[in-house]
């Protein structure tokens, strides 16, 4: 059985840092691309970031480029959403999910971890 | 700057049909843009319901089914049930690695 488990989620202060965590199991975890999705309290979901399998292709939002990095380590089954100079707007629920080969959407869902930047 | 476009709500009755669309500000959704459909409900993660424009994705039931139609990406479920209440979400991938999710269609059950 797929197995993902998002961690790391807390609350912060603007202009902080924070590394989330997606283990992943039951799967071949270096044979799929991965991605970070949001939500924002009530609101919408939003495509966050996405990397491919070797980790060599690595994509952002506009929202969050040049602030967060995406990693993963193959030997850990686990990749990583690095998050620099939070803001208040990037409160929300990070979902962690494995994407479909070749159809670039996200299909395994974790339960998601909760940022709350605030002051 | 693109955006994905949905009806912010839709009704249906149950053992009825609906179909949702998913569109873009400019130009037409084709099959390049891999659209893919997402049911969520509330407090829950969500769902994969349909890849690559009309896959369904595992153990998701026949009823839902996905299309172009048009110049949109489509969702229509066929014999509507109670619990298919939910918000539905379509994503479309925009090229170079960069993908982007519409506002969601919030479905109520008349």
């Known amino acids: 059985e797929v197995q993902v488990l998002e961690s790391g989620g807390g609350v912060i202060q603007p202009g902080g840092s924070l590394r989330l965590s997606c283990a992943v199991s039951?799967?071949?975890?270096?044979?799929?691309?991965m991605s970070w999705v949001r939500q924002a309290p009530g609101k919408g979901l939003e495509w966050v970031s996405s990397?491919?399998?070797?980790?060599?292709?690595?994509y952002y939002a506009d929202s969050v480029k040049g602030r967060f990095t995406i990693s993963r380590d193959n030997s850990k089954n686990t990749v990583y959403l690095q998050m620099n100079s939070l803001r208040v707007e990037d409160t929300a629920v990070y979902y962690c999910?494995?994407?479909?080969?070749?159809?670039?959407?996200?299909?395994?869902w974790g339960q998601g971890t909760l940022v709350t930047v605030s002051s | 700057q693109t955006v994905v476009t949905q009806e912010p709500s839709f009704s249906v009755s149950p053992g009825g049909t609906v179909t949702l669309t998913c569109g873009l500000s400019?130009?037409?959704?084709?099959?390049?843009?891999?659209p893919s459909w997402y049911q969520q409900t509330p407090g829950q993660p969500p769902r994969t319901l349909i890849y690559?424009?009309?896959t369904r994705s595992s153990g998701v039931p026949d009823r839902f089914s996905g299309s172009i139609l048009g110049n949109k990406a489509a969702l229509t479920i066929t014999g509507a049930q109670a619990d298919d209440e939910s918000d539905y979400y379509c994503?479309?991938?925009?090229?170079?690695?960069?993908?982007?999710f519409g506002g969601g269609t919030k479905l109520t059950a008349l």
């Open positions: 690559s424009t009309n």
């Open positions: 039951g799967f071949t975890f270096s044979s799929y691309g």
């Open positions: 999910a494995i994407n479909k080969k070749g159809a670039a959407a996200p299909d395994s």
């Open positions: 990397i491919s399998v070797s980790g060599g292709g690595t």
């Open positions: 400019s130009g037409s959704v084709s099959s390049s843009h891999y």
């Open positions: 994503l479309m991938y925009m090229g170079n690695g960069i993908s982007l």
